[in-house]
């Protein structure tokens, strides 16, 4: 395994297919990639269904659709022969990211204006539309809970809500945070949901009771992006300028920082074995972008 050369622009989105093998990367606006994760080699999308480019990449649970979101439109394709599925039309606002549901039944958008899109991945139909009443965050962060009951995405700047995906109802989360876009990311048991935010703070929260039962410090700037391993054992942060670090979940000890980046870390996501991580955002001068491969069993940059 090796890590991929600079990239042209700062990347923006990674997705891990569920046996691994895979990595989907979007770079700048108009780029998208796929990464054989073993031996670091790369294939640009040859079938892309836009020439407003790639802007969010998600794979989904089964590894069979591969989602990517343009300017104007969310394309729905076959990951290895490109062809279509569905086409997603989408309001002329840039989509920031994607994800799929547990059941893979439905994908979540999240939009520039701070819009929150649900669709019912077989039809393409909205289940749902949601506004903060915020629109200046710059968040981009949504997460699924495990049992995809639950839909989390930040809406002050101290404010998470909970959108129950069944009834529509929302539940509230006071953070605490103080300092600009929250990163979300829910343990895989579903028990614990992770923040972090510009405050260089992690929280950890009890899904059930909503009571923080961590408060990790450690990051010297910015805290833009959080990861579980699959198997519970591990909370991966990323941030600025150039800082990820891992931590132990059942301690909620800092295990240590992995260097390598450049610059600021905008995403992380482990392999569904728990085996890889991978990481990306962009150079120190932010023009041109960096993706890491880590084996998490050594812990080192390949």
């Given at each position: 395994?090796?890590?991929?050369?600079?990239?042209?622009?700062?990347?923006?989105?990674?997705?891990?297919?569920?046996?691994?093998?895979?990595?989907?990367?979007?770079?700048?606006?108009?780029?998208?990639?796929?990464?054989?994760?073993?031996?670091?080699?790369?294939?640009?999308?040859?079938?892309?269904?836009?020439?407003?480019?790639?802007?969010?990449?998600?794979?989904?649970?089964?590894?069979?659709?591969?989602?990517?979101?343009?300017?104007?439109?969310?394309?729905?394709?076959?990951?290895?022969?490109?062809?279509?599925?569905?086409?997603?039309?989408?309001?002329?606002?840039?989509?920031?990211?994607?994800?799929?549901?547990?059941?893979?039944?439905?994908?979540?958008?999240?939009?520039?204006?701070?819009?929150?899109?649900?669709?019912?991945?077989?039809?393409?139909k909205g289940l749902?539309?949601?506004?903060?009443?915020?629109?200046?965050?710059?968040?981009?962060?949504?997460?699924?809970?495990?049992?995809?009951?639950?839909?989390?995405?930040?809406?002050?700047?101290?404010?998470?809500?909970?959108?129950?995906?069944?009834?529509?109802?929302?539940?509230?989360?006071?953070?605490?945070?103080?300092?600009?876009?929250?990163?979300?990311?829910?343990?895989?048991?579903?028990?614990?949901?992770?923040?972090?935010?510009?405050?260089?703070?992690?929280?950890?929260?009890?899904?059930?009771?909503?009571?923080?039962?961590?408060n990790l410090s450690?990051?010297?700037?910015?805290?833009?992006?959080?990861?579980?391993?699959?198997?519970?054992?591990?909370?991966?942060?990323?941030?600025?300028?150039?800082?990820?670090?891992?931590?132990?979940?059942?301690?909620?000890?800092?295990?240590?920082?992995?260097?390598?980046?450049?610059?600021?870390?905008?995403?992380?996501?482990?392999?569904?074995?728990?085996?890889?991580?991978?990481?990306?955002?962009?150079?120190?001068?932010?023009?041109?972008?960096?993706?890491?491969?880590?084996?998490?069993?050594?812990?080192?940059?390949?």
């Amino acid at each position: 395994m090796r890590s991929p050369p600079d990239q042209p622009a700062p990347v923006n989105s990674i997705s891990f297919s569920p046996d691994s093998e895979l990595l989907a990367t979007s770079i700048g606006q108009n780029k998208g990639q796929l990464w054989h994760v073993p031996m670091g080699n790369a294939k640009e999308f040859a079938w892309n269904h836009s020439d407003q480019g790639v802007r969010c990449v998600a794979f989904s649970p089964t590894g069979r659709v591969l989602a990517m979101g343009s300017s104007d439109t969310i394309y729905l394709v076959d990951p290895i022969t490109g062809n279509q599925r569905l086409a997603i039309p989408c309001p002329e606002v840039i989509i920031r990211s994607l994800i799929f549901s547990p059941d893979g039944g439905m994908l979540v958008g999240n939009f520039e204006d701070g819009a929150i899109r649900v669709w019912d991945t077989r039809t393409g139909k909205g289940l749902h539309a949601l506004k903060p009443a915020t629109h200046d965050l710059d968040s981009h962060c949504i997460a699924i809970s495990p049992d995809g009951k639950t839909l989390a995405f930040q809406v002050e700047i101290s404010v998470v809500q909970r959108l129950d995906l069944a009834t529509g109802r929302l539940r509230e989360l006071q953070t605490g945070h103080n300092r600009g876009p929250i990163c979300l990311a829910y343990s895989p048991d579903g028990k614990t949901l992770a923040t972090g935010a510009h405050d260089k703070r992690i929280k950890l929260w009890d899904t059930g009771t909503d009571r923080e039962t961590a408060n990790l410090s450690g990051h010297k700037g910015r805290v833009t992006c959080l990861a579980f391993s699959p198997d519970n054992k591990t909370l991966a942060s990323g941030g600025t300028p150039d800082e990820l670090k891992l931590w132990d979940v059942a301690t909620m000890q800092e295990l240590f920082p992995l260097v390598g980046h450049t610059g600021p870390v905008h995403c992380a996501a482990f392999s569904p074995d728990s085996k890889t991580l991978a990481t990306a955002g962009a150079t120190a001068n932010g023009q041109r972008g960096e993706i890491r491969f880590w084996r998490t069993a050594q812990e080192t940059v390949k």
